[in-house]
């Protein structure tokens, strides 16, 4: 039997034991992908245990929901993985992962949760994405990054395939794409009509290219600057839910805010995404009702950052999962029924009977 079918086997039955006897309405699934090799950078591998630390857990069942937290996936040790054209770095690492994450996601939005992946880098976008259409076909993607991550393996500077995911999902790109070794399990799933980009300001001229001759929607900062971000959620949900009402899948690097909000990543740029901006965004997604899926991507704690800087990113990581989830800025209160009276006891917000 064959590594991967060994991981698929493990999966289902790890999500069938507690979540496929009945669709949950109600409930997020927390995975975590400590996918690393689609960058350069150590670390960004222990994103989801610096989030987890941060009170996500806490913080989302304080929401109301059911949390089912599926720990850390593992993956396939590849060894002596070889570059594509002594360019593209790690793909049958970074592909066999992804197909991992793949299955995970597809069963926990089949099972009726939503899916949470934190990541990780933003290669995890090709298993995660790619999951969820699994069960969605119809989904669209919400794309929160300072970065397009859409040059392909023949336009690739670098060659880290966390700047490469969308290429590979894109039905309009599939004729640019060279084969790569661990990736023959992957199918494009996305039009580029069914993705949109918020907060870009760092685009390499073939992603420029891509943008504009195939007509994928964007803002980038100075969009937001000039129409600010309530016309720029207006505008996306124009794009993409207002003639049918379809799953969203939010993919959010932390990297989209400026760096002195988020500075524990590793590819920061400045003139980024205020913190008011960034949760107004998620806010807006989460009123649509029809989030399904999301990846919170990039935090990456062993940088040469401050264990204060370390603890700021993390948590600016919990605060845009909550906000998705329907944390509100008004703040959590105990819900009452009538005003008090003198004399009557009221509990507060603190639990403890107050006398007036």
């Not at 590849?78 to 793949?102: C, H, I, M, W």
Request: charged share 20%; aromatic share 6%; with cysteine.
């Amino acid at each position: 039997m064959s590594i991967r079918s060994n991981f698929v086997r493990m999966l289902k039955k790890q999500f069938n034991s507690v979540t496929l006897q009945k669709k949950c309405t109600h409930s997020v699934a927390v995975i975590g992908a400590p996918v690393s090799k689609g960058q350069k950078r150590k670390g960004v591998e222990h994103g989801p245990a610096a989030i987890r630390s941060a009170g996500l857990l806490e913080r989302i069942s304080g929401l109301g929901y059911s949390v089912y937290d599926f720990g850390d996936l593992s993956f396939p040790q590849v060894a002596d993985d070889e570059l594509y054209k002594n360019t593209v770095k790690f793909p049958r690492t970074v592909g066999l992962a992804s197909q991992v994450l793949a299955d995970a996601v597809s069963n926990a939005v089949g099972a009726g949760h939503v899916c949470l992946t934190l990541g990780g880098d933003h290669s995890l976008a090709l298993g995660s994405v790619s999951g969820h259409a699994q069960q969605c076909p119809d989904l669209c993607v919400i794309w929160v990054d300072a970065h397009a991550d859409v040059n392909t393996p023949l336009t690739t500077g670098s060659g880290n395939l966390h700047g490469q995911p969308v290429s590979f999902l894109l039905k309009e790109l599939q004729d640019k794409m060279p084969p790569l070794p661990g990736f023959s399990w992957l199918k494009p799933c996305l039009s580029s009509s069914d993705i949109v980009y918020i907060g870009l300001r760092d685009i390499d001229p073939a992603e420029h290219y891509i943008l504009k001759n195939y007509d994928i929607p964007y803002f980038s900062m100075r969009d937001i600057d000039r129409l600010g971000i309530q016309k720029v959620m207006e505008r996306t949900f124009e794009q993409l839910i207002s003639r049918r009402k379809r799953p969203v899948h939010l993919s959010f690097d932390i990297d989209a805010f400026d760096p002195t909000l988020a500075p524990g990543t590793g590819t920061p740029v400045l003139g980024g995404l205020t913190y008011r901006e960034g949760i107004y965004i998620t806010e807006e997604i989460h009123n649509t009702g029809m989030l399904s899926a999301m990846d919170l991507v990039e935090v990456n704690p062993l940088l040469e950052a401050t264990e204060a800087e370390v603890s700021a990113t993390s948590s600016l990581a919990v605060d845009v999962i909550a906000s998705s989830l329907g944390q509100t800025r008004e703040g959590a209160h105990v819900v009452i029924d009538e005003l008090p009276t003198p004399g009557a006891s009221y509990e507060s917000d603190s639990e403890e009977k107050v006398r007036l």
